[in-house]
């Protein structure tokens, strides 16, 4: 398995637009981190950005679970990266 960081960014008034969407947006993140594939994942102090970290067989499982959580599909998330990571320490 390989390591994946996810670099992502908030809509503007994010805490308010999410309410809607959050208890499927932390239960799909439960999930993902009992079957393994989720190691961390939350917003900077400012609630601007999102960080997280999945291990993953490809990139492409990743971006799957990205696409699939309410905050992507609702535009909660607006843009994201991801990134292969080599963790030394």
């Known amino acids: ?3 994946f960081v996810l670099v992502g960014s908030y809509c503007e008034n994010a805490l308010e637009k999410r309410t809607p969407y959050r208890e499927a947006h932390l239960s799909g993140l439960q999930a993902q ?3 393994g594939v989720l190691v961390a994942l ?4 400012d609630n601007a ?3 997280g970290i999945y ?3 490809d990139d492409a499982t990743v971006r799957a679970l990205v696409e699939s959580d309410p905050y992507w ?3 909660i998330w607006t843009e994201y990266e991801i990134y ?3 963790q030394v320490f």
């Open 49 to 51: 950005k999102v960080f």
């Open 42 to 45: 939350g917003p900077t102090m």
């Open 1 to 3: 398995m390989v390591k």
């Open 73 to 75: 599909q609702n535009g």
């Open 84 to 86: 292969a990571w080599n």
């Open 33 to 35: 981190k009992e079957e």
């Open 55 to 57: 291990e993953a067989p």
